[in-house]
């Protein structure tokens, strides 16, 4: 199933570029490509920066080998970042 983000554009996994989710709970959604789960309350701006927001209320994890590339910047207000169990995060 496809999901919008609050701009009406299509969510894709950061991780494979798939865009068919199923839903974990209220607020996650999961690739059914590459089961990468995808909290939907983060925001990814569309301005110049190109900047991923993890707003009040956001529990991102990366676990499980996941190798998660930001092209741009992360900014964390509030929300939480985990990374664990072989996950990494590349930003720039």
């Known amino acids: 199933m496809e999901y ?3 701009n009406k554009q299509k969510i894709v996994c950061p991780q494979c570029g798939s865009n068919d989710f199923k839903a974990i709970d209220k607020s996650h959604i ?6 990468t789960q995808v909290d939907t309350t983060i ?3 569309d301005d110049t ?9 956001a529990d991102v994890e990366i676990t499980n080998n996941a190798k998660v590339k930001i092209k741009g910047g992360l900014e964390i207000k509030g929300g939480t970042l985990i ?3 072989g996950g990494s995060l590349e930003i720039g």
């Open 49 to 57: 920066n190109q900047n991923m927001k993890i707003n009040d209320g």
């Open 43 to 45: 925001i990814f701006t």
């Open 30 to 35: 999961e690739c059914r490509h590459c089961a």
């Open 4 to 6: 919008l983000n609050i």
């Open 83 to 85: 990374i664990k169990d």
